[in-house]
């Protein structure tokens, strides 16, 4: 597509709900990131994925996420047993390989936990 | 590691003012060095960025920022605020080998006055 597509676009949960997001990065982009903008703070990053794997997975703030890529393309994020503090925008970014890249960011997902 | 510091979290400036954010940064290696704006409830637009080139980078909408390495800053200016400037600003650096890894600055939110 012509940009990086996330939906939900909101989204509202009781605690202790799973949710899926969900990032359709451009065409092309092998490279996909997870980042967490909560309010007040900057971007936390949460996961990398080149193709389908996931090098760095670092971000992940505990088991209860997780995140897959199918076909090099579309990637869903998995927040199972949601808390209050997972209250965040989740933003997804995808980019060429390389540093010289810059990322082009989704519009993101605000998920309010309640 | 690497990390950014942007100095100052809120701006204010008048309309046709000079805007200056500020950012320093840390990198172990030669950086990469990027500003992404994010305008209310969207995700980041990549403004301008530094690859090792030309120390003064353009980006659009009016934006330039300077590459100083012995001050080890990278500080985004505009010669003339306009009302559309208003939002929030982030600096960014990679300077990982291996994979396009961004850190983020907390961000620095941009104000004009009419």
């Known amino acids: 597509g012509a940009g990086v597509s996330q939906s939900p676009s909101n989204k509202v949960t009781e605690k202790g709900k799973d949710v899926e997001l969900r990032c359709d990065p451009i065409s092309g982009h092998t490279a996909l990131y997870w980042y967490r903008q909560s309010l007040g703070q900057g971007l936390e990053f949460l996961i990398y994925?080149?193709?389908?794997?996931?090098?760095?997975k670092s971000g992940l703030p505990s088991d209860r996420f997780s995140a897959e890529r199918t076909g090099g393309s579309v990637s869903t994020l998995t927040i199972q047993r949601t808390q209050q503090e997972d209250s965040a925008v989740y933003l997804c970014a995808s980019s060429l390989p390389g540093r010289i890249y810059g990322y082009t960011f989704g519009s993101g997902t605000r998920l309010t936990v309640v | 590691a690497q990390s950014v510091t942007q100095l100052g979290s809120h701006v204010s400036v008048s309309e046709g003012a000079l805007v200056l954010l500020r950012c320093n940064y840390s990198?172990?290696?030669?950086?990469?060095l990027f500003w992404y704006v994010q305008y209310p409830n969207q995700g980041l637009q990549l403004l301008l960025k530094y690859t090792s080139a030309a120390t003064l980078v353009k980006g659009i909408n009016g934006f330039e920022a300077e590459f100083k390495k012995s001050e080890t800053s990278f500080h985004l200016t505009k010669p003339s605020a306009h009302m559309s400037d208003a939002a929030e600003y982030f600096c960014?650096?990679?300077?990982?080998?291996?994979?396009?890894?961004?850190?983020f600055g907390t961000g620095t939110k941009l104000q004009v006055i009419p």
């Open positions: 960014a650096v990679s300077d990982s080998g291996g994979y396009q890894k961004v850190t």
């Open positions: 990198s172990s290696v030669p950086p990469y």
């Open positions: 994925f080149q193709g389908n794997s996931a090098p760095d």
